[in-house]
């Protein structure tokens, strides 16, 4: 499937600081994940940088 067909991703983190959400990335890298980081700006003024992993078509393929 094409990044538009695909829904779902798990969240594992939420930092106000970009490094270290950068820190996370690489401790996951190492261990073989794909985890990549989206910055989301709050209403308020804050930013936040997610980390995620994956991209999937539904549900149950992401919780496996």
């Known amino acids: 499937p094409t990044p538009a067909e695909k829904d779902y ?7 106000k600081q970009r490094n270290q959400a950068q820190r996370l ?3 996951l890298s190492k261990k073989g994940y794909s985890a990549y980081c989206r910055e989301v700006s709050h209403p308020k003024g804050i930013t936040y ?3 995620r992993l994956g991209l999937w078509s539904d549900k149950s393929e ?3």
Not at 9 to 15: D, M, N, T
């Open 9 to 15: 991703c798990i969240q594992l983190a939420s930092f």
């Open 25 to 27: 990335i690489q401790e």
């Open 49 to 51: 940088y997610r980390v």
């Open 62 to 64: 992401a919780l496996k």
